[in-house]
Structure formats: C-alpha cells, structure tokens
C-alpha cells in the first residue's frame, strides 16, 4: 500500500491532533470547586450524616462556590452497589458491615454505643449492671425502617440467655433524644452521635461489649 496525495497532505495535521490528544488524555483531570458545576450526592444514614456531614458541609461552605451542591439520601442496601456503579451516588458513608465487599472503602473513625437516658432519670447515675439494663424499657433504631423490635444488642443478650424489653421502635437515631427527654426510656446509641445531645441526656458505658 502506497499513501495517496490526501495522506501525505494529512499527515503532518494529524500527527500533531493526535499528539495534542495525547496530551489532553493523559492529563489527569482537575477539579476547581470555586468554579465547579457538580452535585455530590451522598448516601448516609442520618446518625452518619449528623457525625459526618456536618464536618464536611462545614468544609464545602469555605472552600466551594455555589456550583458545588450536596444531596444527602438514605442509602438503599440492596442497590447501593449498583448506585455507586453507575454514578448515581458518589459516597457511601456506612457502618463497615452494609459496605458491599466489592467496593473500596475507607475507615473514618470507629465509634461505641453507650447508653443514654434523660437527666433526672429515676434509676439515677450510677453505672450499669446487665440486671438493670434488662429490666429497662428500651427504645430501638430500625435502621431499615422496618419498626422492628430486634437488633444486634438482642442477639448479644439471647446467647448470654438474656433479654431486654424494646418498648419503642423509631426509623431515625437523631429523633430519639427527644424521646428519652419524655419519658423514662433509655436507648443504646453511638457515642460521638450523642455527644451531641448533652444537654439533654446522661451516658452510660454498657454492661456488654457492643460497637456501633
């Protein structure tokens, strides 16, 4: 094969297009949040999002401009991976057990529940035994949103031969201070979650071992 006339006048043209798409290829991209025309959509529990988004939408408001927007959702366990696949959520933040095992992730911190109850609760302050745990009424987080009454600290308690009465179930952590602050009910959460909520309700290291 012989170049025609047109090649050869293409030639030199094209070989400089390509080393310029070379160039533009190989260039890694960059990111100017001043400028940017983006929404970051992030899926979170709303323990999660008080913890952690709160940090981070503290950040974006001194270093981005207003093209930058940020869609806090609940996550969808059952699709996450695929959300996450596809771009329609750009972050997972979540306990390591809901992080699908395919996908990179990255600890942030790590985190205990403790118990909480409101102050000038009748059982007073001093520190817990399983006795008094079991003999309390409990509020419980459904994290799916179900309303059940059972969760991990539950199964801890059956293989010890104990159980405790979940008297209260609710679908978001950050609406149970307001319960416990009513009533004499107390509820295991984690611990930088209610360092939020001293004001309003005491904290008590847990008879067992439990991580959030």
Same mark, same amino acid.
């Given at each position: 094969?012989? @170049?025609?006339? *047109?090649?050869?006048?293409?030639?030199?043209?094209?070989?400089?297009?390509?080393?310029?798409?070379?160039?533009?290829? *190989?260039?890694?991209? /960059? &990111?100017?949040?001043?400028?940017? %025309?983006?929404?970051?959509?992030?899926?979170?529990?709303?323990?999660?999002?008080?913890?952690?988004?709160? *940090?981070? #939408? %503290?950040?974006?408001?001194?270093?981005?401009?207003? !093209? =930058?927007?940020?869609? &806090?959702?609940?996550?969808?366990?059952?699709? #996450?991976?695929?959300?996450?696949? *596809?771009?329609?959520?750009?972050?997972?933040?979540?306990?390591?057990?809901?992080?699908?095992?395919?996908?990179?992730?990255?600890?942030?911190?790590?985190?205990?529940?403790?118990?909480?109850?409101?102050? !000038?609760?009748?059982?007073?302050?001093? @520190?817990?035994?399983?006795? /008094?745990?079991?003999?309390?009424?409990?509020?419980?987080?459904?994290?799916?949103?179900?309303?059940?009454?059972?969760?991990?600290?539950? %199964?801890?308690l059956e293989k010890i031969g104990r159980r405790r009465h979940v008297t209260l179930s609710v679908h978001q952590y950050v609406v149970v201070p307001m319960f416990l602050?009513? /009533?004499?009910?107390?509820?295991?959460?984690?611990?930088?979650?209610?360092?939020? &909520?001293?004001?309003? =309700?005491?904290? &008590?290291?847990?008879?067992i071992e439990s991580r959030s």
């Amino acid at each position: 094969m012989i @170049p025609t006339a *047109r090649a050869l006048q293409l030639r030199g043209p094209l070989h400089v297009a390509l080393k310029d798409l070379e160039t533009v290829v *190989r260039r890694p991209p /960059t &990111f100017d949040p001043l400028t940017a %025309e983006r929404v970051f959509a992030i899926a979170a529990s709303d323990h999660l999002t008080a913890v952690v988004g709160t *940090r981070l #939408i %503290e950040r974006v408001h001194k270093v981005a401009g207003p !093209g =930058v927007r940020v869609s &806090f959702r609940t996550p969808n366990l059952d699709m #996450i991976a695929a959300q996450l696949e *596809r771009g329609q959520v750009d972050l997972l933040i979540a306990g390591q057990r809901d992080v699908p095992s395919e996908m990179k992730s990255r600890t942030l911190y790590e985190d205990r529940l403790v118990m909480a109850q409101r102050k !000038g609760h009748p059982r007073g302050t001093q @520190p817990l035994d399983l006795d /008094t745990y079991c003999g309390l009424s409990h509020v419980l987080v459904s994290y799916s949103g179900s309303g059940s009454f059972h969760a991990d600290i539950d %199964e801890q308690l059956e293989k010890i031969g104990r159980r405790r009465h979940v008297t209260l179930s609710v679908h978001q952590y950050v609406v149970v201070p307001m319960f416990l602050t009513i /009533t004499d009910y107390v509820a295991a959460l984690p611990s930088r979650l209610l360092g939020r &909520f001293t004001h309003q =309700v005491d904290m &008590f290291e847990l008879p067992i071992e439990s991580r959030s």
